[in-house]
C-alpha cells in the first residue's frame, strides 16, 4: 500500500482536522498557547536490563539514536502549527489524514510506537499470561500456543520495515474512517495485524496491546538477519504481559464509555 504524503508544511492539516468533526480531540493542557515538547521518555528499566536478550549497545543506539531523532522531529514539524495542543495520539489519526498522510505522521506515529514497544518488555518476562487475558487469547485464537503462532508470523512476514500487533478490536470505524454499526460483545475480540513502516493500529480504531519492532535496527546488532529468532526470543524472554493485561483492562474501560456515550447522544 502506497502512502502518499503532503511536501508542503501545514497544507491539507486544516482540512484533516475538520474531516473529524466526529472525533473530541484532547489537548494537552487547558487554554492558551501550548508549544509543541514531547518528551523523549526513557525505557522503564536500565539499558543492560534485558540482556541477553536485547543488548545494552541494541538499547543504546535505538532509544538513544532513533527513538531521540523521532521525537526532536516531531516536535519541529509541528512547533507553531494547529498540532501543537494535540495529544500524539490525535496527533497521528489526524496525520494518518485516510491514508494520504501529512508530514509529521512518520515521525509521530514512530515516537508513540517506539514508548509502547518498551512498554511491551520488562526484564524476566516471557511465559504465559494469566486471568481474562489468557481465556480471551484461548477463545480468540483457539489456544495460547495458536496465538503465540500467529503473532510470530506476522512478524516473520512482515515485508521489509514494520511492525506486528495484538490488538482489541471494538471499533465502530472501519479503516477508511467510514461509520458502521455499534459493535455487539461477539465483534469485540483479540486479533494479531501487521503494519508498514510507521503506521500503527490507532489509525484503524483499534486497541494496541503488544507490539514488536521488526524494523532491522531493532535485531541487527544482536541477531543480524536472523528476524525469527529475534520474535522467538521477544515472545519466550521480554513480554511484559502484566503491561499486556493493564493495556486489555484500559481498552475495555474506555470501549464501554464510548459505547454509553453513543447510546446517550442517540437518545437525544
Do not use: C
Not at 487554554?31 to 521518555?41: C, D, Q
Not at 534485558?50 to 519541529?76: A, I, Q
Not at 495542543?85 to 506515529?109: H, M, Q, S, W
Not at 485464537?141 to 514494520?162: C, D, I
Amino acid at each position: 500500500m502506497a502512502f502518499a504524503t503532503s511536501t508542503v508544511p501545514g497544507e491539507g492539516l486544516s482540512r484533516a482536522l475538520q474531516g473529524t468533526n466526529q472525533t473530541q480531540w484532547k489537548t494537552k493542557s487547558g487554554a492558551g498557547k501550548v508549544s509543541a515538547n514531547f518528551e523523549l521518555k526513557p525505557p522503564p528499566y536500565p539499558m543492560n536490563a534485558l540482556e541477553p536478550h536485547m543488548s545494552k549497545e541494541t538499547l543504546e543506539f535505538h532509544w538513544g539514536k532513533h527513538h531521540r531523532t523521532y521525537v526532536d522531529n516531531l516536535n519541529k514539524q509541528i512547533n507553531g502549527t494547529e498540532l501543537d495542543r494535540l495529544t500524539l495520539e490525535d496527533v497521528i489519526v489526524a496525520t494518518y489524514n485516510k491514508g494520504d498522510t501529512l508530514p509529521a505522521f512518520n515521525n509521530a506515529a514512530q515516537a508513540w510506537n517506539h514508548e509502547f514497544f518498551w512498554e511491551s518488555m520488562k526484564p524476566g518476562g516471557g511465559g504465559k499470561p494469566s486471568g481474562e487475558l489468557l481465556q480471551l487469547l484461548e477463545r480468540d485464537f483457539g489456544s495460547f500456543e495458536e496465538f503465540v503462532a500467529e503473532f510470530k508470523a506476522a512478524a516473520a512476514t512482515q515485508f521489509g520495515s514494520g511492525w506486528a500487533w495484538l490488538v482489541y478490536k471494538a471499533n465502530r470505524l472501519d479503516v477508511g474512517n467510514a461509520v458502521n454499526p455499534r459493535p455487539s460483545d461477539e465483534d469485540k475480540k483479540l486479533v494479531v495485524v501487521k503494519s508498514p513502516n510507521a503506521v500503527n493500529p490507532l489509525v484503524w480504531d483499534y486497541y494496541p496491546l503488544l507490539t514488536i519492532d521488526v524494523w532491522e535496527h531493532a535485531y541487527y546488532l544482536d541477531y543480524q538477519n536472523r528476524r525469527p529468532d529475534y520474535v522467538s526470543i521477544f515472545m519466550e524472554n521480554l513480554v511484559s504481559w502484566e503491561a499486556v493485561s493493564q493495556r486489555l483492562e484500559i481498552a475495555k474501560a474506555e470501549t464501554a464509555e464510548r459505547e454509553n456515550k453513543e447510546k446517550r447522544d442517540s437518545n437525544l
